[in-house]
């Protein structure tokens, strides 16, 4: 389909290994935005990119969080040295953004469900 | 602390009731959006309130925006089992570019 699409959907792993998770956002779209959706704490604001602008990191828990946004379209997260809190749903969201205040809506993926052993 | 506060957090209602979920903020935001989520998916939109007072009706669910633009309601009338599902509001402050902070959510359950 022509809809967000996040990579893996599921990742299990060991405690302080590195991850890293892929977001494929609409194509055409020049706005992405990572979210972490933990129980009982609603969707956590994580990263923003828009278009050749720098991002807004302001979002990011640790500097053990870190994303690229290559040529515009394919995202990566990366959780490095990974702790058991850091276990969540990482949900990815594009929009078609065209001005500062423009309300167009997120078109979120499916999520990856990121679980620290 | 929430910048958004949603009430209630959890739901379960028989089917045919009506239901209403409320959004508060102490911030102004130049439009506010719903959106729901079912599990293993991302959330879906389902729509956006712009102007104070404004009110968006979609078949059986009904958006309210506060006439101040610092609070959102829902009603759902004679809920089906279909419409079981965390239900998110999200806000975009004014002033601000598009970065937009959601609420902790309503878990809403119909039972048939």
């Known amino acids: 389909g022509a809809g967000v699409s996040q990579s893996p959907s599921n990742k299990v792993t060991e405690k302080g290994k590195d991850v890293e998770l892929r977001c494929d956002p609409i194509s055409g779209h020049t706005a992405l935005y990572w979210y972490r959706q933990s129980l009982g704490q609603g969707l956590e604001f994580l990263i923003y990119f828009q278009g050749n602008s720098a991002p807004d990191k302001s979002g990011l828990p640790s500097d053990r969080f870190s994303a690229e946004r290559t040529g515009g379209s394919v995202s990566t997260l990366t959780i490095q040295r990974t702790q058991q809190e850091d276990s969540a749903v990482y949900l990815c969201?594009?929009?078609?953004?065209?001005?500062?205040?423009?309300?167009?809506?997120?078109?979120f993926g499916d999520g990856t469900r990121l679980s620290i052993l | 602390t929430q910048l958004l506060e949603q009430s209630p957090q959890f739901l379960s209602i028989q089917e045919g009731e009506n239901l209403t979920v409320y959004c508060n903020s102490s911030s102004v935001f130049s439009s506010l959006q719903w959106y729901r989520q079912e599990p293993g998916e991302g959330p879906v939109l389902l729509v956006t309130v712009v102007t104070g007072g404004e009110v968006k009706k979609l078949k059986r669910l009904t958006f309210q925006f506060g006439d101040a633009r610092k609070d959102s309601s829902l009603h759902i009338t004679a809920a089906q089992p279909g419409d079981t599902g965390l239900y998110l509001c999200a806000g975009v402050l004014s002033g601000g570019y598009q970065k937009v902070t959601f609420g902790i959510g309503t878990k809403l359950q119909v039972i048939p």
């Open positions: 969201a594009s929009s078609s953004n065209h001005d500062r205040l423009s309300n167009q809506p997120q078109h």
